[in-house]
């Protein structure tokens, strides 16, 4: 086990009806005059954000609106954000909805007190974790990307398509986080499935680790995984199961709010090509990522087959002493349950016919470097080789 | 799952050589004057106070000390760390040590701010929820009572031996927790095995639940069960293998910060039934609840078998698809790891031959009502039978 730290201040608020209880949080958080971010059409149909607006003004909390926050979020709405909240003294977030609407509060946040360029922080040219950022809170409509309990942003920046995550320990993690799972009865299926693969990688990137000894932290890994395997399926046959869909809420926020990482070196080169592929063909994250990992599995599979090898027998009981092997079927096991939600496993499933696998690999290691990965160092061959898995999601 | 509310604020600061951060964390919490509150001679013995010191040295922190705080901790010394706290204009805590000297610090930081007589908050006169207190931080060298994590304290009153434990969702939480698993290598086999009974039980007494459909905190309680029970052994085996050490103390963390508690009703009984054994015969705490939790079990498996199965299918790998015979499986498995270990598991091994049972359920239920137990509800003459038990670890 590695020396680390770790602190999660985020106040979850789980349960029924908690959203109105989103203007008392705001005000416990210090804020007086917020901005209200949102994303399109359902939070409003839906009749949630009258609910959090009757909260708000209730606790005698003004705000102002930035909606229409589409996925894969982008940099100019933080611009246009960070120039808002200047003009009007406002001293806080709430973001309602699913990851991009918290991501872009996020880097609004982060970007308001900074004298440059939000952006210096993404690129790496200046340190978010020295940064202060006003407070931001969370009411939560989509569990996957885990950003209500994490210090993560993602944003991509438009003029070349760079999706960058930027990642703190503290700076960025909301103040509070409102998770009712009825908020989720209504997610479209397509919607539900990303998300469970998502909150699933999240856990995989921190479990798929080289160092050695950390039980405490595989062994919740893995039960979280094992929660989500068996709740998984009961959201899909009945989307309004309230105890099914609470299971998955929960698990998607304790599957990034670092508990999972505690002790140990994380890989994120799953993440990392799959952001490539979201960037270039706009395709939904979490499914990108049900077609990344079994793929990525399989080179490891060839390459470094003791932990996936664990994940195969613990997590999906696999019955095989031989590593590689009992790998191997783990990776049929996971590629069958993502088949199982209906979610994708191939680049054609993803309706992507003809990848341009070189533009993805050139992108990649722009961004994140020669050689990349934290359980195994990839090179521009490596990641070749297992984009080319994609294509053929039987290898 | 129940509606809940969680927030864990302390930061965690896990590995070798933390303790000399433990200056700068203190500056941290934004303290110049603090008490240094610790127990008998190991602390001093192993050097570890004199590093502590110099880092607080370092960055410029005053300190007075309170020493001596003994096991079971009692109210004198906290009477007596208020009335200096309040004389010295001391402004924080810095507890090194075990849970007596956690608990001893809270209970200080707590009553100085109070007009009234600290014990209020313990005997449920004053609500410590709602009240302030000092800020403490940790340096921690016994992982067992878990409460570098929480917002518990137990003190025992010694006018008529109630030993009470007051628990707060925020205001006892300590702010920092300095965690090397280094400090424990010394650590005596009966205190290593008593502190792995004692998260073994805050696991267990979150665990037994009457509240169903709580897969993703089951499984979390289930994973760091089965990792202390796959690290225990190396432990003893070779009490300086840093790995396991490590594993151990942060599942003991882990095992009581509230995570394995989220969304359910808890059940605290045998943590109750171990109070009064402790106050009364002041055996560790600990090594009583290794006697306890195999008896209540025992009575589970014949009223309430379900929860009882399933922890022993899932926690020591039981075949069967009995209930009630799972759940004596199971607790012959558990009275074997804990036998294993070298604890007690019957008054006797706990030397306690003439144990006056009639006395340990009066004070129970005049402590802690009439009916008990938050999985099974329990009368006077269901507790008498559960002590019973415990005469005869076979049953």
Aim: hydrophobic share 40%; glycine share 10%.
């Amino acid at each position: 086990m590695d020396n680390f730290t770790y602190c999660t201040p985020t106040r979850y608020l789980f349960g029924k009806d908690t959203e109105n209880q989103a203007g008392k949080m705001t005000a416990e958080m210090g804020c007086k005059n917020i901005m209200l971010v949102y994303g399109h059409g359902s939070v409003v149909r839906s009749g949630l954000l009258d609910r959090v607006k009757k909260s708000l003004d209730q606790a005698n909390i003004t705000y102002t609106e930035l909606s229409g926050i589409d996925p894969n979020p982008t940099d100019d709405r933080v611009y246009e954000g960070i120039e808002i909240v200047r003009q009007k003294n406002i001293d806080g977030f709430l973001a309602v909805g699913g990851g991009s609407v918290i991501d872009t509060a996020k880097a609004i946040a982060l970007g308001v007190p900074y004298d440059g360029d939000f952006w210096d922080f993404y690129s790496g040219k200046a340190n978010a974790n020295t940064a202060t950022a006003l407070p931001v809170g969370v009411v939560l409509t989509i569990p996957a990307a885990g950003s209500e309990g994490s210090g993560n942003s993602v944003i991509t920046r438009k003029e070349g398509l760079h999706k960058i995550s930027l990642r703190t320990d503290f700076t960025l993690r909301p103040k509070f986080a409102i998770l009712n799972p009825e908020l989720t009865f209504t997610l479209p299926q397509s919607q539900t499935v990303a998300g469970i693969a998502d909150m699933m990688a999240h856990i995989m990137e921190r479990y798929f680790t080289p160092t050695t000894d950390v039980e405490v932290t595989d062994r919740i890994s893995e039960g979280i995984l094992k929660a989500i395997i068996e709740e998984a399926p009961k959201v899909i046959a009945r989307p309004d199961d309230y105890q099914a869909r609470a299971n998955i809420m929960w698990a998607g926020t304790m599957a990034h709010n670092g508990i999972c990482g505690c002790g140990r070196v994380e890989d994120w080169v799953s993440h990392a090509m799959e952001h490539e592929i979201s960037a270039v063909y706009g395709v939904t994250h979490g499914a990108g990522l049900a077609v990344v990992f079994p793929a990525w599995l399989t080179f490891m599979a060839n390459h470094a087959s003791a932990k996936p090898a664990q994940f195969a027998r613990r997590v999906f009981g696999v019955n095989n002493h031989d590593d590689k092997s009992a790998a191997l079927e783990g990776i049929t096991a996971l590629r069958g349950f993502f088949l199982s939600l209906g979610l994708p496993v191939t680049f054609g499933m993803l309706g992507i016919e003809t990848p341009d696998i070189d533009l993805l690999v050139k992108k990649l290691h722009e961004n994140k470097g020669e050689i990349i990965g934290g359980y195994y160092r990839l090179t521009q061959a490596d990641t070749y080789e297992i984009y080319k898995m994609m294509l053929n999601g039987d290898i």
